[in-house]
T-cell receptor, first 117, second 119 residues
Framework: AQSVTQLDSHVSVSEGTPVLLRCNYSSSYSPSLFWYVQHPNKGLQLLLKYTSAATLVKGINGFEAEFKKSETSFHLTKPSAHMSDAAEYFCVVSERMTTDSWGKLQFGAGTQVVVTP | DTEVTQTPKHLVMGMTNKKSLKCEQHMGHRAMYWYKQKAKKPPELMFVYSYEKLSINESVPSRFSPECPNSSLLNLHLHALQPEDSALYLC??????????????????FGQGTRLTVV
């Protein structure tokens, strides 16, 4: 069975400082992992994805994430936060699909990012 | 075009009304989804359509009735809803890979959602 844990429900950073959002996963098989961002009253936008290629994944808007199998982690980072990064971030895992799990994405609880001037 | 379009953006309905939410994608994706999202919570899966057939129903009450008329369209018919059904309803689509040992779900593309209020 798959699961995902976002270790921080709320992160506050100053504009121009680094952002770190932590995500740990549990999966029976080598998973696919995603980070999505959701601005208030909007849909979810894909930031980046890991699908068993390079372990360091670069995404949009300067975000990147590193897949560490030994630590079962997929932390999201950005070197310099911008005011527009204020949003909710979801770590999502999808593993090898079976008939029962087909199409299912497992969402973390989310991390609310606040950016202060 | 990586867009999933949902209409309407906002909907207010009474508990005796019948309404429908619509979702459209033109990416050629053969999997489409309905999610329900309450405030400050992650999306919860409701239904999955695979190749226009319902493949997953997450024990959703029958007052929610999905329909997939063709590979580009997904509807959610609403009838006799309760105030607790008020939420953001998200549609998503993805392209499933062929079945095999490394069969995985690809990334899902989400619409902007319909904000539903039941009064």
């Amino acid at each position: 069975a798959q699961s995902v844990t976002q270790l921080d429900s709320h992160v506050s950073v100053s504009e121009g400082t680094p952002v770190l959002l932590r995500c740990n996963y549990s999966s029976s098989y080598s998973p696919s992992l995603f980070w999505y961002v959701q601005h208030p009253n909007k849909g979810l936008q894909l930031l980046l994805k890991y699908t068993s290629a390079a372990t360091l994944v670069k995404g949009i808007n300067g975000f990147e994430a590193e897949f560490k199998k030994s630590e079962t982690s997929f932390h999201l980072t950005k070197p310099s936060a911008h005011m527009s990064d204020a949003a909710e971030y979801f770590c999502v895992v999808s593993e090898r699909m079976t008939t029962d799990s087909w199409g299912k994405l497992q969402f973390g609880a989310g991390t609310q990012v606040v950016v202060t001037p | 075009d990586t867009e999933v379009t949902q209409t309407p953006k906002h909907l207010v309905m009474g508990m005796t009304n019948k309404k429908s939410l619509k979702c459209e994608q033109h990416m050629g994706h053969r999997a489409m989804y309905w999610y329900k999202q309450k405030a400050k919570k992650p999306p919860e899966l409701m239904f999955v359509y695979s190749y226009e057939k319902l493949s997953i129903n997450e024990s959703v009450p029958s007052r929610f009735s999905p329909e997939c008329p063709n590979s580009s369209l997904l509807n959610l018919h609403l009838h006799a809803l309760q105030p607790e059904d008020s939420a953001l309803y998200l549609c998503a689509s993805s392209q499933p890979r062929d079945r095999g040992p490394s069969w995985r779900n690809t990334e899902a593309f989400f619409g902007q959602g319909t904000r539903l209020t039941v009064v």
